[in-house]
């Protein structure tokens, strides 16, 4: 209690007081130039999360944003609220402040570090400003709506009674060919709900819809309500479709724009932000993701396609240790070798990091993500404590594992080592990056035979050469 | 502020005392008729063991999964003499020790196990020690798939008699933890049998 009215007193003092207390015009334009149009905040009489009322009544800063404290509702916006991690704080900051800092964590991003009474947000340590600085009071930390909301992917509009809802949002629509069968997956900006997604289908003209109850509008809508396409067709989708369905509670739904009747089947997905449907044409067997998987059917080409390319661990991080070696090294000067041979396929290549820095799973999911790659890659070595030796390639998503047994069949050749073979697990950086993603073990550090040869320059270029024939050989078959 | 002048204490008038005591008396008879009060949530408790009654020694076999030299689980069943009870907690404390006692390397130097909880929904919540999540050790996909895994598939084979667990979830000092060496591990694990050595 003591705390919050020392914070009240402290920002009385930050910010301007009386131009906080009216709607003022000065405050709205400053909002709008960094966020888009923010409304009038003097109607707002509650606020609504996924659904959910906040008990506690909205607290208006101006017109600048609204303060409400929502952190124990940031689960249902795919998001969650922590202490800092200290790693993750602007540099300068002495101890003694570091628990005036909070970070919200948000799957595929960068930890957002924010700081009770300071309208800026730091991620990587680069500020960003805020409408408004989160507030602690009896001890609840009260975020700024209008600032946060678009870190989260969520959407914040208001109802015409007065309450403002704070919403996840569909982001984005990809439409891709998986051996025969069409495939369309739509990701979301929080975990999909069971049951809270109901498909129609309409013969006259032929299209699939699929409601997303609980959904705003994402695809940089900018809290734009109209009906707009999200995606090219393929084949027999002309055109992807989105708009927001119904308002108050929001539904968005996703139009499949078809040229004839086909019939879809929902895959189960193990990442619930992503939802994904397979087309085949009606009285054909519905395919299954894990029954789709080697026939080549592409014929594309690694030319202007972009593939981030990620060298693992770094900077304090050194992955595992040989004997005489570190993982973060190899990785590395792998990394760039990789690099080398893609750019001299065509493609347009992206590091994590070209150097010995630290990058978090979050930053290098975010850089993927935000880079909106084709392809990502991570290379690592692999370590154990008894005599295991060979390469591995691992996968998560199912749209990842045609990419990881090309990978591994050429790593496998060009390594001469044991294949250890593809497997599935859910390291970070390859669960939450959207595009096709992959993660190559090389060798075994730990084994001193492998770390000898991996010591080689030759032998890392050999590996590398593996690697991106494997990375041409999916892009050749299966795009 | 004035300060109180022992000179001015008056003692209560006395049918003000009575009337406490007899709110009093009342109030103690009106509790003792109520029904004890209901547990509100039971998420995240620990599962209540029954009494114990007088030592009734079986023997439980328990399904452990090692990791072996060449980064794969292998099944090994255990026969745990001489135990009173089957209940969770019990057989998921004896089972992580065996792991380390017989999977040394797999873990952490000083990993304790500090409790166990269960959730209604299948959950077992692992709560350890500090020293589990020393991101120093967790390096290699094979090191961190085989000692996250070897406790996931043990926990999940356990035949506890009050508790059926589905899937596991890690905590660090009764924090949630997010990553263990580059494996996401935020949201509860469920056995994989792709680590289990084929024969």
């Known amino acids: 209690m003591l705390m919050g009215l020392l914070l009240c007193a402290f920002l009385a003092s930050s910010y301007n007081l009386s131009a906080l207390a009216d709607n003022d015009p000065q405050g709205n334009s400053a909002a709008s130039s960094v966020y888009g149009q923010t409304p009038d905040l003097g109607t707002i009489k509650s606020v609504s999360v996924a659904g959910q009322e906040v008990r506690a009544l909205p607290m208006r800063v101006g017109n600048l944003d609204i303060l409400s404290p929502f952190t124990s509702s940031l689960s249902a916006l795919g998001a969650s609220a922590s202490q800092v991690n200290p790693s993750n704080l602007p540099k300068g900051i002495p101890h003694s402040q570091q628990n005036e800092f909070f970070q919200l964590n948000i799957p595929g991003q960068r930890p957002v570090v924010m700081q009770i009474g300071k309208a800026v947000a730091y991620v990587d340590g680069k500020s960003k400003p805020l409408l408004a600085a989160p507030l602690l009071m009896k001890g609840q930390i009260w975020l700024p709506v209008f600032s946060i909301a678009p870190l989260l992917g969520a959407s914040a509009r208001v109802a015409p009674d007065g309450t403002l809802y704070i919403n996840p949002t569909v982001q984005s629509v990809r439409v891709f060919k998986v051996k025969e069968t069409l495939t369309v997956t739509i990701s979301t900006s929080a975990p999909i709900p069971d049951g809270k ?25 900018n809290g734009s309500t109209d009906q707009q396409t999200v995606s090219d067709g393929k084949d027999e989708i002309d055109q992807v479709r989105a708009g927001l369905f119904q308002t108050f509670p929001d539904t968005t739904r996703v ?12 895959q189960p997905m193990p990442d619930k932000t992503l939802f994904a449907v397979l087309l085949v044409s009606p009285g054909t067997a519905a395919a299954t993701v894990t029954n789709v998987d080697d026939a080549p059917t592409g014929n594309g080409s690694i030319k202007g396609l972009t593939i981030v390319v990620d060298a693992g661990h770094g900077g304090h991080d050194s992955g595992a240790p040989g004997q005489k070696s570190l993982e973060k090294t190899h990785a590395l000067d792998i990394a760039k070798r990789l690099k080398k041979y893609l750019q001299n396929m065509g493609a347009k290549v992206l590091m994590t990091r070209d150097d010995d820095t630290f990058i978090s799973l979050e930053g290098r999911v975010s850089y993927a993500n935000s880079h909106k790659a084709d392809i990502f890659i991570s290379c690592h070595l692999n370590s154990y404590t008894g005599s295991s030796a060979g390469t591995e390639t691992y996968y998560y998503t199912p749209q990842s594992k045609n990419l990881a047994y090309e990978v591994q069949k050429s790593l496998d050749a060009a390594s001469g080592l044991p294949n250890r073979g593809v497997k599935s697990a859910r390291f970070y950086v390859i669960r939450h990056t959207t595009m096709p993603s992959v993660l190559t073990e090389s060798c075994f550090i730990s084994n001193p035979q492998e770390e000898a040869l991996v010591m080689q ?17 999916y892009v050749k078959k299966y795009r | 502020m004035t300060q109180d002048n022992p000179t001015n204490f008056r003692p209560l008038p006395v049918v003000l005392m009575v009337l406490i005591l007899a709110a009093v008396a009342l109030g103690g008879w009106w509790l003792k008729s109520q029904p004890p009060s209901p547990v509100l949530n039971t998420a995240g408790m620990t599962t209540p063991s029954p009494e114990v009654k007088a030592p009734d020694n079986k023997n439980i076999t328990l399904t452990l999964f090692i990791p072996n030299d060449n980064a794969m689980l292998e099944k090994h069943a255990v026969t745990d003499t001489n135990r009173t009870s089957a209940h969770f907690a ?61 406790i996931v598939n043990t926990m999940t084979a356990l035949p506890a008699d009050d508790f059926k667990a589905q899937q596991v979830q890690f905590q660090v000092e009764g924090k949630p933890i997010a990553v263990l060496g580059g494996l ?16």
Not at chain 2, 184 to 199: A, C, F, R
């Open chain 2, 90 to 150: 019990d057989l998921a404390q004896n089972a992580f020790a065996l792991l380390l006692q017989k999977a040394p390397a797999n873990f952490p130097k000083g990993t304790k196990l500090i409790n166990v909880k269960t959730n209604p929904d299948g959950t077992a919540i692992l709560n350890f020690n500090s020293k589990f999540n020393d991101s120093s050790f967790w390096h290699g996909s094979a090191l961190t798939l085989m000692g996250t895994y070897s």
């Open chain 1, 197 to 221: 997604v109901l498909m129609g289908t309409t013969d006259n003209p032929p299209k699939i819809y699929f409601d997303f109850q609980g959904f705003s509008m994402g695809f940089d809508a």
């Open chain 1, 457 to 473: 320059p030759s032998y890392r270029d050999k590996l590398a050469r593996g690697m991106a024939q494997g990375i041409a050989n």
């Open chain 1, 255 to 266: 139009v499949l724009d078809l040229n004839k009747p086909m019939q879809a089947s929902v």
């Open chain 2, 184 to 199: 996401d591990v935020h949201d509860p694990l469920k056995p994989d049998m792709q680590w289990v050595q084929k024969n």
